[in-house]
């Protein structure tokens, strides 16, 4: 099974993006991601590609979820 994790894009050059999840950055590929994206915008991530953007209420909501399997340590 595969998790694509939300991220907040911090940078933006070219076709790579910097982006942050729960304080952790790392570099992705916007090569995929059908939709023009911005700084500020979340992007969907997997395998070092964006896959997509949403919106902001619903990365919140996906990145509570991660948190409380981690707090839970329900994994």
């Not at 994790?5 to 050059?13: A, H, L, R, T």
């Not at 790392?26 to 395998?47: F, K, N």
């Not at 070092?48 to 707090?71: C, P, V, W």
Request: hydrophobic residues 45%; contains cysteine.
């Amino acid at each position: 099974m595969c998790i694509g994790f939300p991220g907040k894009i911090i940078e933006i050059d070219d076709n790579r993006a910097i982006i942050e999840i729960s304080g952790v950055t790392r570099e992705i590929w916007l090569d995929l991601v059908p939709e023009e994206v911005s700084i500020g915008d979340y992007v969907i991530c997997h395998a070092g590609f964006a896959i997509h953007r949403i919106d902001n209420e619903a990365a919140q909501e996906k990145l509570s979820l991660f948190q409380d399997i981690i707090d839970n340590e329900l994994y």
